[in-house]
């Protein structure tokens, strides 16, 4: 079956750490993958889109890698801080597959920066 | 400032009375979806729209309902709601596979939590 797992448990970082959260999947071939951020009694907000061809994208303190291989996408933030503390959703893009927009969301992990 | 606007954002209601949750977006943008998100589920796509007129299923629309008529608004219609349909409901939208690069990006709005009992 088709599956999205990313880490249930929350991660607890010290401040100044690197945060890594990671996505894995199976029986999708996703030619894009987006990663969101969630507060709490909020809509999700868009972060980045990384393309199959791209195995790493940048954005500011963010660091996202696609491994088509592996089926798994890592997603780092550098130098983290309190204000980073959130859930981060990772959504599989089969838009290219479908020839509409489609997402395919994990269920997110937690991240906890502790000053 | 660019928006999709939910509404209501909370409701209490009880089983078999129909609702609607209305989404707008200020955007001009052709795609606009519904998804519910349960605890340990994730969100889940309802129902979605390419453009007006245009719409078709997503992964979980049994007891939903919609339309788009214009293309700023995407009605989620709950003809009979009953209590598996308590859940947070988020429209979203985007530029879709229109033209230009892809960005893929959705707009989504504040959220709609939905009690039914």
């Known amino acids: 079956s088709q599956k999205i797992e990313q880490n249930s448990e929350a991660l607890n970082i010290q401040e100044g750490k690197t945060a890594t959260l990671t996505c894995n999947y199976t029986n999708y071939s996703p030619a894009y993958l987006q990663w969101y951020r969630q507060d709490p009694g909020r809509g999700p907000v868009f972060l980045l889109l990384?393309?199959?061809?791209?195995k790493e994208k940048r954005k500011e303190r963010l660091k996202v890698t696609f491994d088509t291989t592996l089926k798994q996408s890592l997603f780092h933030i550098t130098a983290s801080q309190p204000a980073d503390s959130a859930t981060y959703l990772c959504?599989?893009?089969?838009?290219?597959?479908?020839?509409?927009?489609?997402?395919?969301f994990g269920t997110g992990t937690r991240l906890l920066v502790s000053p | 400032e660019a928006q999709v606007t939910q509404n209501p954002r909370y409701l209490i209601t009880v089983t078999g009375k129909k609702l609607t949750v209305t989404c707008s977006q200020n955007?001009?943008?052709?795609?606009m979806s519904w998804y519910r998100q349960d605890p340990g589920l994730g969100l889940r796509q309802i129902y979605y729209s390419m453009n007006v007129e245009v719409t078709d299923k997503g992964d979980v629309p049994e007891g939903y309902k919609v339309s788009r008529k214009e293309k700023r608004n995407f009605p989620l219609i709950l003809e009979s709601p009953s209590p598996n349909q308590t859940s947070l409901y988020f429209c979203?939208?985007?530029?879709?596979?229109?033209?230009?690069?892809?960005?893929?990006?959705?707009?989504f709005g504040e959220g709609s939590r939905l009690t039914v009992l």
């Open positions: 979203a939208s985007s530029s879709g596979l229109a033209g230009g690069r892809y960005t893929g990006e959705l707009f």
């Open positions: 990384i393309r199959e061809n791209e």
């Open positions: 955007m001009n943008h052709e795609y």
């Open positions: 959504a599989l893009d089969m838009s290219w597959n479908t020839g509409f927009q489609k997402l395919v």
